[in-house]
């Protein structure tokens, strides 16, 4: 079945610095790529999506970068601020899962200030 | 004000227990999905809803029993069968059950079993 892995598993970063989450997923036939913020004790957010039409998308300091080819996509954080540090979690919908989530394992993102 | 609702946000039992855990929406949706969050993994499907009186297994169902009979609740019932029930348990829902519909999930039912 489909297999979503998440690097890294937890990502310290000074505020003001960019932080970048990997994930790759192996089902070829995948069109959704959301990623969702977790806060602690509460449920996850969706933050930003792409669909495997769209190479890139922005939205403030928050970007999402997709290689089809690689079977990669990536969550960019510019700028990042102390509100920034959640648990972020990335997820792909394989085609063979019935066209539901598969969710990566997680990346604990600290922003010291 | 819209949104999902999970009661209680706290629940312990003991082992050998039946447990209900609430889900209930307001958001019109049709879609309804659980999921159990251990530390250190994502989130892993147990049953998910496209429609009322219909559902489905997700990958890790043994042990859990869910309904549907009203659009906006779909409660999740962990059953003594379960082998390792503590854990945090999520509800979330969409406005279809195609892949490209953001999913909204709840607040989240910690449940301590022991």
């Known amino acids: 079945g489909e297999n979503v892995e998440q690097h890294p598993s937890t990502l310290s970063v000074q505020e003001g610095d960019s932080a970048v989450i990997k994930c790759t997923y192996s089902d070829s036939a995948s069109n959704y790529f959301p990623w969702y913020k977790q806060e602690l004790g509460k449920g996850p957010q969706l933050i930003i999506d792409?669909?495997?039409?769209?190479g890139e998308k922005k939205d403030q300091r928050i970007a999402v970068t997709l290689n089809k080819t690689a079977k990669h996509f990536s969550l960019h954080i510019t700028e990042t601020q102390p509100e920034d540090s959640a648990v972020y979690f990335c997820?792909?919908?394989?085609?063979?899962?019935?066209?539901?989530?598969?969710f990566g394992a997680g990346t604990i993102l600290r922003v010291k200030s | 004000d819209g949104g999902i609702t999970q009661s209680p946000k706290y629940l312990f039992r003991k082992e050998g227990q039946n447990v209900t855990l609430s889900c209930e929406q307001n958001?019109?949706?049709?879609?309804m999905y659980w999921y159990r969050q251990d530390p250190g993994q994502g989130l892993r499907l147990i049953y998910y809803s496209q429609i009322v009186n219909d559902f489905q297994k997700g990958d890790i169902a043994e042990g859990y029993s869910v309904s549907r009979e009203k659009k906006e609740s779909f409660p999740l019932t962990v059953t003594s069968a379960q082998k390792n029930p503590t854990a945090f348990y999520l509800c979330?829902?969409?406005?279809?059950?195609?892949?490209?519909?953001?999913?909204?999930f709840g607040p989240g039912t910690r449940l301590t079993v022991t």
């Open positions: 792409i669909r495997s039409n769209v």
């Open positions: 979330a829902s969409s406005i279809d059950p195609g892949p490209a519909y953001e999913q909204y």
């Open positions: 997820a792909a919908s394989p085609m063979e899962y019935g066209n539901k989530l598969v």
């Open positions: 958001l019109n949706h049709d879609a």
